[in-house]
């Protein structure tokens, strides 16, 4: 069984750092892109931020660009964002998730961690 466990959520003060987890188990991640996604209150989830598994590529986001950084250790199938310069509209639950590139239909996600920047 697959399961994706985020952790790291908390209260963090605008302009400081913060960091997230996500600790992936039950199967091997080959052929996955994983991802940061976040859904702010009241508005739509979007994706942050995603790393292919194997070879370490990333994208960010506009929104995040600069800001976020995402990374993997594969010894320790874990998936890491950090979060720096975060603003009030950063305040959001942020969701990894892991997709493969083979099956369009095989996709996991966790079940969230709430960050919240106040200003």
């Known amino acids: 069984q697959v399961q994706l466990v985020e952790s790291g959520g908390g209260l963090v003060q605008a302009g400081g750092p913060w960091n997230s987890s996500c600790a992936a188990s039950?199967?091997?991640?080959?052929?996955?892109?994983m991802g940061w996604s976040r859904q702010p209150p009241g508005k739509e989830r979007e994706l942050g931020a995603a790393?292919?598994?194997?070879?370490?590529?990333?994208h960010h986001a506009d929104f995040v660009k600069g800001r976020f950084t995402i990374s993997r250790y594969r010894a320790k199938n874990t998936m890491y964002l950090q979060m720096n310069s975060l603003k009030p509209e950063d305040t959001a639950v942020y969701y990894c998730?892991?997709?493969?590139?083979?099956?369009?239909?095989?996709?996991?996600w966790g079940q969230g961690t709430q960050v919240t920047v106040s200003s």
């Open positions: 998730s892991a997709r493969s590139v083979v099956v369009d239909a095989d996709n996991y």
């Open positions: 039950g199967r091997t991640f080959s052929n996955y892109v």
């Open positions: 790393v292919s598994w194997t070879s370490g590529r990333t």
